[in-house]
């Protein structure tokens, strides 16, 4: 059974950073994509980052560049989203997603995923 699973979220002060994480397990062909989504309350969930996951060609949404990098660790089928001078409005639930199919959605597509983590909680408090 394909697993995802986030860790690394909390509650921190603006200005401080976190360094997400998204381990996988029971899948092991390699993923195509894997990718960060992000959902506030009340709102549409929302891409952050992502990167095709055999050529490392990555992207991070254009707002957050700067601040947010993407990076993998493919021995360990392992992603990672390192947060910089995090703000009140980055506050949401944290999602990985991973593909094993070739799509032309791109990255910051939800539905080009299909598999997806329960998410992991950030709270940036002013």
């Known amino acids: 059974q394909v697993q995802l699973v986030e860790s690394g979220g909390g509650s921190v002060q603006a200005g401080q950073s976190l360094r997400l994480s998204c381990t996988t397990s029971g899948y092991t062909t390699g993923w195509v994509s894997m990718g960060w989504f992000r959902q506030a309350a009340g709102k549409e969930r929302e891409g952050v980052a992502g990167?095709?996951?055999?050529?490392?060609?990555?992207y991070v949404d254009l707002p957050l560049r700067g601040r947010f990098t993407v990076t993998q660790d493919n021995a360990k089928e392992t992603l990672y989203l390192q947060m910089d001078d995090l703000r009140p409005e980055d506050t949401a639930m944290y999602y990985c997603?991973?593909?094993?199919?070739?799509?032309?959605?791109?990255?910051?597509?939800?539905?080009?995923?299909?598999?997806w983590g329960r998410g992991t909680q950030v709270t940036v408090s002013s």
């Open positions: 997603a991973a593909s094993d199919r070739v799509t032309t959605m791109g990255l910051s597509v939800p539905s080009g995923y299909n598999y």
């Open positions: 990167i095709y996951s055999r050529s490392g060609s990555s």
